[in-house]
């Protein structure tokens, strides 16, 4: 009898444990793109002041210069409200512990993966064409 049980549970077991170790890891995935473009931040700053004292220019290059810096602003504000949408749709067992998710959650964690993937896009291109305008390479 204790075969038999065994063999109906444990089927049970390992799907649901293999469901909760795919949303850790998406979730850890997650945040691991966060983790590696929120040091970025500070580089944005620092080129966006760059570019402020150069855009008074009013040749073609100054255009550029202003057109540079608005792409890193709009970078940073897109880091600071997905930063804000991602926390308001999870709590901290959930991003740190690895808490189950509802289905609901589930499909948010979808749309946020999304989300910081294209945000890594734009926060790591809008800092490569300000360093290339700036003459710049790191």
């Known amino acids: 009898m204790r075969k ?6 444990a089927p049970i077991l390992l799907f649901s444990s ?3 170790e795919k949303e850790q890891t998406q979730m850890q ?18 080129l966006v002041g760059e570019l ?11 255009l550029q210069y202003r057109e ?16 804000q949408n991602f926390g308001n749709r999870f709590d901290p067992d959930e991003i740190l512990k690895g808490k189950e998710l509802t289905d609901q959650k589930q499909e948010w964690l979808n749309e946020e993966e999304k989300k910081v993937k294209d945000l890594k896009e734009q926060i790591n291109s809008s800092i490569s064409n300000a360093q290339q305008l700036l003459g710049k390479s790191e």
């Open 52 to 62: 402020n004292s150069k855009e008074n220019d009013s040749t073609e290059i100054g």
């Open 29 to 46: 995935e997650v945040m691991a793109i966060h983790d590696e473009v929120m040091p970025k931040m500070s580089k944005l700053g620092t």
């Open 18 to 20: 293999c469901k909760e």
């Open 4 to 9: 038999l049980l065994f063999v109906l549970i």
């Open 68 to 83: 540079a810096r608005k792409d890193l602003q709009a970078a940073h504000k897109s880091m600071m409200d997905w930063m």
